[in-house]
């Protein structure tokens, strides 16, 4: 985290005491406070102990400024989100690096509706910190212990849903953060049998690495025959993202994650907002409900979607509900899949067994300069036949048939990443190929 730019694709970020410093995350937090006037401020933090640390620094600057602070405690993101929003605070602030590894840090920042900041937010503070006019208050603040947070967020979650007819048996594995005090309560309340899995909450994530990728789930995806559930879910560190796994330990694709949520939901008209990388075997499904579709950036659906007035909004592994809340919730997933699952035992080999679309996700552990990329993609890609070039996240060409591949340098680490997706199982091993090529000459 610079003095430039401050936020990434969601909320501001860095590697601890390297890029992102005790000092930075004071100044961010203070001026937040200080800009959107006195009040009631949130702060959770995940299992992480520079979060502890960074919680500490941020509740100063609020109190600094003369405001007072909801002390949430050790909780995940979402609670965060739905305590600024039920507590009525000025804001709130998740401390926390969601999935990156164990060495960064971070700060998810949350208005009074429970929403992200959107990028026009961001771009006020960021200017606000630059001018650097920060005055501190002739009172000081008070904290303010809310320990009845994560009580009143499973409350409300489960009082949305009716006891499971047909109980289910369901894996969790909580990726030693905080979802692991909430996920395995709220799918224990709604009737199904629950085995909880790396629900400790530990800073080291001993039992593995906090992305829920399909290397990271491995070892996980061999544990769950075992069991003998239905199937499986996974979270990451701070758990505003959900994966599955079936039965028989195989990884759900993301997109039949979304288009379940999505039937669970089931809006009869609106707009759904997904992200630039979702598969189009989501955006076929909105159609096919009645429903407009629009692109959005990665990390920003929620935004359009308060502009949009829409139904229902998602990115890979993440889903955004607006009958609960403007954030991105792992645990709502959770629980929205598992009720409609439950009731309809069937449907997630129904779902996965029409999927026509097949998707991949190659991560490259390097920063490219994306105009170089991008010149590279078009000279390598210019013999098919492209329909459409697109810059809205990143770099995406989009084939006549509706294939496409996509570059993006990630907003929260040094890497670039390639998405590609395509019918044609041979086109998607290509553009992979090339893809990769591409990124590695761009170097």
Request: charged fraction near 20%; include cysteine; charge should be neutral.
């Amino acid at each position: 985290m610079s003095l430039g730019r401050v936020f990434g694709t969601a909320g501001a970020r860095g590697v601890f005491n390297r890029t992102q410093t005790p000092e930075q995350v004071y100044r961010l937090a203070e001026t937040i406070a200080f800009a959107s006037g006195k009040g009631d401020y949130a702060v959770g933090w995940d299992g992480r102990k520079t979060s502890a640390l960074l919680a500490r620094a941020t509740m100063s600057a609020v109190n600094t400024v003369g405001s007072d602070v909801c002390v949430f405690g050790v909780v995940p993101t979402p609670v965060v989100a739905f305590g600024t929003r039920s507590r009525s605070c000025v804001a709130g602030f998740s401390v926390t690096a969601s999935h990156n590894p164990a060495e960064f840090s971070g700060v998810k920042v949350f208005n009074r509706n429970g929403m992200e900041l959107p990028k026009s937010d961001e771009d006020r503070i960021e200017r606000a910190i630059a001018v650097d006019v920060m005055k501190p208050s002739g009172k000081f603040g008070r904290l303010n212990q809310d320990g009845g947070v994560i009580s009143d967020y499973i409350g409300a979650l489960t009082s949305r849903f009716s006891k499971a007819a047909a109980p289910l048996n369901i894996a969790i594995d909580c990726a030693t953060g905080p979802g692991g005090l909430v996920t395995p309560q709220v799918l224990k309340s709604l009737g199904h049998r629950v085995f909880p899995v790396n629900a400790q909450v530990s800073w080291r994530f001993p039992a593995r690495p906090p992305e829920p990728t399909a290397g990271n789930l491995a070892d996980f995806g061999k544990v769950v025959p075992s069991l003998g559930v239905d199937f499986a879910f996974a979270h990451d560190g701070d758990a505003d993202r959900l994966v599955m796994v079936d039965g028989t330990g195989n990884l759900v694709p993301d997109s039949v994650i979304a288009i379940l949520a999505l039937r669970a939901i089931h809006p009869t008209s609106g707009t759904v907002v997904v992200s630039e990388n979702t598969s189009c075997a989501v955006e076929e499904e909105a159609i096919r409900l009645g429903l407009k579709v629009q692109r959005s950036r990665v990390g920003k659906t929620f935004a359009v979607l308060e502009a949009e007035e829409g139904v229902f909004a998602c990115e890979p592994s993440k889903i955004v509900d607006p009958q609960w809340g403007l954030w991105e919730d792992g645990i709502n997933a959770a629980a929205l899949i598992s009720d409609l699952l439950s009731r309809e035992p069937g449907l997630l080999r129904s779902v996965m067994e029409g999927l026509q679309w097949h998707y991949s996700q190659v991560n490259f552990d390097v920063a490219v300069k994306m105009p170089a990329l991008a010149e590279k993609a078009r000279e390598t890609f210019r013999k098919l036949r492209i329909a459409d070039e697109r810059s809205i996240d990143g770099y995406k060409l989009v084939l006549h048939d509706g294939s496409w591949v996509m570059f993006r340098a990630s907003g929260t680490e040094p890497k670039t990443r390639l998405y590609c997706e395509s019918k044609d199982p041979q086109l998607l091993e290509f553009f992979v190929q090339q893809g990769t090529q591409c990124v590695e000459s761009s170097l």
